[in-house]
């Protein structure tokens, strides 16, 4: 080792000669904060968690603005596929409930669709479709409540009432209302 040198071994003894007591202080000497060196704003914290891959460009919710929170257009196609994948795990499940995996697999279809619209129009695709997807499960219990009173979501039921008629629907009949 070189006089002077500085090391993992040695460097606290430098720090404590140059009047630190812990290393997170050494701000002081410059006469910075450790916040100085950050920037903390909405877009600085947007583009490192886009970098991080924390988030998606465009999906940035802040308090007190709800101007995103609006029902816009979304293709049939898409609709229908989230639509279908609902009404496939509520089958599966049997009592009108699903899983974190399933809603994974609901929230993926909307993710792919989404990330094809500018970042300016995806929250409110977003919101769209858990509209969409909230409108379609409550309709749905309230069809199985219609047809087994006092039944209540995680009670297991027939699911062919649901099979049966095409999801309370009837025979060829597609309701993608929100």
Not at 3 to 15: H, Q, R
Not at 36 to 61: C, L, N, P, R, T
């Amino acid at each position: 080792m070189r006089i002077g040198e500085v090391n993992k071994d040695n460097y606290k003894d430098f720090l404590r000669i140059l009047g630190v007591k812990e290393p997170k202080d050494l701000y002081k000497l410059t006469g910075k904060s450790i916040e100085d060196e950050f920037d903390h704003s909405h877009e600085a914290m947007e583009k490192y968690q886009i970098s991080v891959g924390y988030a998606e460009e465009g999906m940035f919710v802040y308090e007190g603005d709800d101007s995103w929170k609006r029902i816009v257009d979304v293709p049939d196609s898409v609709k229908q596929r989230i639509i279908e994948k609902l009404r496939e795990h509520i089958v599966a499940n049997g009592n009108g409930t699903g899983t974190a995996e399933q809603g994974d697999e609901i929230n993926a279809i909307a993710k792919e669709y989404w990330m094809t619209l500018p970042p300016s129009q995806r929250l409110s695709a977003s919101w769209t479709l858990q509209k969409i997807q909230g409108a379609e499960g409550t309709r749905i219990m309230d069809y199985v409540r219609s047809q087994i009173p006092g039944w209540k979501p995680g009670q297991s039921f027939d699911t062919r009432i649901l099979t049966d008629s095409n999801f309370g629907l009837g025979a060829g009949h597609l309701d993608m209302r929100v």
